[in-house]
């Protein structure tokens, strides 16, 4: 299971912090990833990191304003959102895969989490 959280409203050039918790699984061993969803648009990828840590890609709309981490020792993957923007609003979903972090296509992420709204006011 993956458990998302951290969202909510904030003011344009503010920052948040979402979390995603998994349990049940080896966490280590997966590629996590962050996606979006704004309403009336498709699930967008964000960012990924590898199973270490030591590796990330984003997309380019958040480079140089979020940053994905993961601690394996607490199982939970983070996005610091800096900079936020109105386009920035949407569902957030955490989602894990086995394999290649590189992947940034919705379709290859195998366990995904329930969402958390962040929304920017202008």
């Known amino acids: 299971q993956l458990q998302a959280s951290g969202g909510g409203l904030v003011q344009a050039g503010g920052s948040l912090r979402l979390s995603c918790a998994a349990s049940?699984?080896?966490?280590?061993?997966?590629?996590m990833g962050w996606f979006r969803q704004a309403p009336g648009k498709e699930r967008e990828f964000v960012a990924t990191?590898?199973?270490?840590?030591?590796?990330?890609l984003y997309t380019d709309s958040v480079k140089g304003r979020f940053t994905i981490s993961r601690d394996n020792a607490k199982n939970t993957v983070y996005l610091q959102m800096n900079s936020l923007k109105p386009e920035d609003t949407a569902v957030y979903y955490c989602?894990?895969?086995?394999?290649?972090?590189?992947?940034?296509?919705?379709?290859?992420?195998?366990?995904w989490g329930q969402g958390t709204l962040v929304t920017v006011s202008s």
């Open positions: 989602a894990c895969r086995d394999g290649d972090y590189r992947i940034a296509v919705v379709d290859e992420y195998d366990y």
């Open positions: 049940g699984r080896t966490f280590s061993d997966y590629v």
């Open positions: 990191i590898s199973w270490r840590g030591r590796m990330t």
